[in-house]
């Protein structure tokens, strides 16, 4: 059975990448990161998660944030609310993080190693997150390049390190299809870019709007519980 | 003036590198990481080296080493000793952490982000290190080509980041020659992979013999205090 990194942040795309990577069989040890406050109800989701998937074990990191500085996942900036896809596309969101995923994707390289891994999985979207550099196609064949020129075991010559990356095409609405398919129970996921620490999305921020969307798109019920008790159901 | 970040360890290479920076004018945050028990002296040499090169500001990350598992730099593995370099580049040694430069030049290209600098610069050395894949130039150059597509900056298509790693040519002899020439105070270094918390090196690991042949070739006194105090001026 062959090894393999998942990357599982507690969101729909990390989660579904994570039934992508049982799928094709890989033994999958799943990597999460702890920094700041916001997202302290999404690793209790990756734990959840994890557990359910049957990965081999769960590594959570903790990230020092002083090289990041400013951002509104980290931060006290506001999210901006109620946007259009248009609006989230036309420019980097304040909840950009800088290098956020070459970081993420470094300690997996690392977590490879020791696991003897050859394969790691991010589930990045170029299309949801356009404004993001590290989540488009060209970001990660060149991240791929780089680590087959980093680690003592991707240079061995026996081994080579691939970056799979198997949602950076796919609408929010065909990864919600595509975890479906693969059994993903969505109640344990979250999205949204400050739910409450009991895991209720605010339904307004770029997260929440685009997940609703994938949902309604499907003909699924989000199984999201909201903070607001007069967006459920929506 | 420009911005650069400068991975400090505070050993000779990485101190060198700091003055070339400062050579060429560059205003430096120096980056720094707090990893595991051993290297707990290289970090107050960091303090001041940075202090005394005139840096702008000094970041010191904490790394959570879940990742990296097994290594000598950070578990009780026995250092080897008395090596000759022979013995020393004929396999990745067992001082090797997975992924490690590539997780520290990944926090050097988010510190960059922050504060809007394109020139990231790295003391590795392919000659003494040959053992270690990422100080090798094919890595260094990967890892260029990945930052140019990472981050907000990069991409924004005002700016460029580069890596430098202007040592990476150079013996230990000729690094200690340059350092010298641009008035490095070599004295607060620490080389030794097992220095004590006081900063007194082995001089048997294979980091204090690289040195002390660097400063005998160049006919230079090497500042180092050791353990042994036999070891003291030889």
Redesign the interface.
Known sequence: MRNAIVLLSGGVDSTTALAVARSKGFNVSA?SFAYGQRHKSELIAARAIARDAGVRDH??????L?????SALTDEIDVPKDRSVEEMNAA?PVT????????FL??????A??REANDIFIGVNALDYSGY??C?P??IA??Q????????R??SGEHTVSIHAPLIHKTKAEIIRIGSDLGVDFSHTISCYQASEAGRACGHCDACILRRKGFEQNGLSDPTRYVESEMVGS
Chains 1, 2 share one sequence.
């Open positions: 990597l590594v959570v990191i903790e990230i020092d002083r090289a990041f500085g400013r980097i950009y993080v800088p290098a956020r995923n070459t970081i470094s300690y997996a390289l690392a977590l190693e020791v550099p590290d488009r060209e970001y060149a991240f390049e780089m680590a087959r020129r980093a680690t003592a991707s240079t």
